[in-house]
C-alpha cells in the first residue's frame, strides 16, 4: 500500500514507490508532479536532491507498485511512463510533470533539458547554448548534477565534448545502458525490444 502526505509546497499528496527495472530498482517521489527519481532500492536517498521548500518531512510508501488507483496521480503517472520507457515508449517520461525549485539559470537549464530528445547526446557546452548562456559550461553541469528528477529530466543526454560520457549519480553503467536503449529506439542493450 502507498501512503501519502502533504507537500510543503503544494505540489498535492506525496507518495513514494520503488519499482524494478532492467537498469535496478528505481524510486519516484511524486504528487502531482515529480520531485525526485532515480535508480535507488531506498527512495530516502533522493530526499536530499529536492529542493527544502518542496521536500517532505519524511519518507512513506511502498516497496513495490501499489493498487491501480491508490497512489496519487503524479506517481501513478511516473510508474506509468517509466514502465512504457521499458517497453520503448521512449518519449513518455517527457510526458509526465516535474516540479524543481532552484535558481533561474538551472529551472531554465532543466526545461531545456527535458527538450533533449532520445537518442541525441549534447555535450556540457552543447547544452549551456541551447540554455542561451554558452559560456555557463560549468552552471550547465551543475544543473545536470543537482538534477533530481533522473529519466524525467533526462541528464543521462549530457556528455564532455571529448565524447565521454563524464558522470552520473547512479553509475555510468546505468548511464550507458539508457544511452544504449535509445540508440537503439527502445531496444534493451542485447537488441531485444522492451525490457
Known amino acids: ?74 506517481l501513478a503517472q511516473a510508474l506509468a511512463a517509466l514502465e512504457a520507457y521499458y517497453d520503448g515508449d521512449l518519449e513518455a517520461p517527457s510526458r509526465v510533470p516535474v516540479l524543481q525549485r532552484s535558481g533561474p539559470f538551472r529551472e531554465r537549464a532543466w526545461e531545456v533539458l527535458r527538450g533533449v530528445g532520445p537518442g541525441r547526446v549534447v555535450t556540457y557546452a552543447d547544452y549551456a547554448a541551447l540554455c542561451g548562456s554558452p559560456r555557463a559550461v560549468r552552471a ?19 556528455a564532455r565534448s571529448d565524447g565521454s560520457l563524464g558522470g552520473f549519480r547512479y553509475g555510468l553503467a546505468v548511464k550507458e545502458s539508457l544511452l544504449e536503449r535509445e540508440a537503439g529506439g527502445g531496444r534493451d542493450p542485447d537488441g531485444r525490444a522492451g525490457g
Open 140 to 158: 550547465a553541469a551543475g544543473a545536470c548534477a543537482f538534477n533530481a528528477a533522473a529519466l524525467f529530466v533526462p541528464c543521462h543526454r549530457v
Open 1 to 74: 500500500m502507498t501512503q501519502t502526505q502533504e507537500s510543503p509546497e503544494g505540489a498535492g499528496e506525496l507518495a513514494v514507490a520503488t519499482v524494478p527495472t532492467p537498469d535496478g530498482p528505481f524510486a519516484v517521489i511524486a504528487g502531482s508532479h515529480v520531485l525526485a527519481s532515480g535508480w535507488t532500492e531506498d527512495p530516502g536517498d533522493l530526499l536530499g536532491l529536492i529542493h527544502p521548500s518542496l521536500r517532505p518531512e519524511d519518507l512513506r510508501g511502498s516497496a513495490g507498485p501499489a493498487p491501480a488507483g491508490a497512489e496519487p496521480q503524479g
